[in-house]
């Protein structure tokens, strides 16, 4: 008797569970969501134009909620990217200036501080 062997992914964070059809329930509520667009959608179409036309219409309702179920890039889904590139392009400062805080700038501001306060130190000895 043959042995059949199966594949087991050795990253098991990767691996989302099945609910329905072999699909995830994030795929699952994304298809819901394009039926219940587009199969009125095609409905409306249909009764001021062709079928043919009313066809391509549903599908490009549809297609680009198939696309935030279908895409993952690097484990995120596709509304993270978009967020990512709003935050970018809209939300931050275009002109972001290079600042640098070197270690010699630090060690002079901290032996600036260390020096004021022995001589404020210094000045309530004088006084007390």
Same mark, same amino acid.
Request: charged content about 20%; overall charge positive; hydrophobic content about 50%.
């Given at each position: 008797m043959a042995a059949s062997y199966?594949?087991?992914p050795r990253d098991l964070? #990767?691996?989302k569970s099945k609910i329905l059809f072999n699909l995830t329930k994030r795929?699952?509520?994304c298809f819901s969501v394009a039926a219940l667009i587009g199969v009125p959608s095609f409905f409306l179409i249909k009764s001021v134009a062709e079928v043919n036309v009313a066809v391509m219409g549903m599908m490009v309702i549809m297609m680009p909620i198939f696309f935030f179920a279908m895409y993952e #890039?690097?484990?995120r889904p596709l509304e993270v990217y978009l967020g990512h590139f709003i935050e970018a392009i809209f939300i931050r400062p275009k002109k972001r200036p290079y600042k640098t805080d070197n270690y010699y700038a630090a060690l002079m501001r901290l032996a600036?501080?260390?020096q004021e306060v022995e001589e404020i130190v210094?000045?309530?000895m004088e006084q007390g």
């Amino acid at each position: 008797m043959a042995a059949s062997y199966i594949s087991v992914p050795r990253d098991l964070t #990767k691996v989302k569970s099945k609910i329905l059809f072999n699909l995830t329930k994030r795929q699952l509520i994304c298809f819901s969501v394009a039926a219940l667009i587009g199969v009125p959608s095609f409905f409306l179409i249909k009764s001021v134009a062709e079928v043919n036309v009313a066809v391509m219409g549903m599908m490009v309702i549809m297609m680009p909620i198939f696309f935030f179920a279908m895409y993952e #890039k690097n484990g995120r889904p596709l509304e993270v990217y978009l967020g990512h590139f709003i935050e970018a392009i809209f939300i931050r400062p275009k002109k972001r200036p290079y600042k640098t805080d070197n270690y010699y700038a630090a060690l002079m501001r901290l032996a600036k501080t260390e020096q004021e306060v022995e001589e404020i130190v210094r000045a309530s000895m004088e006084q007390g």
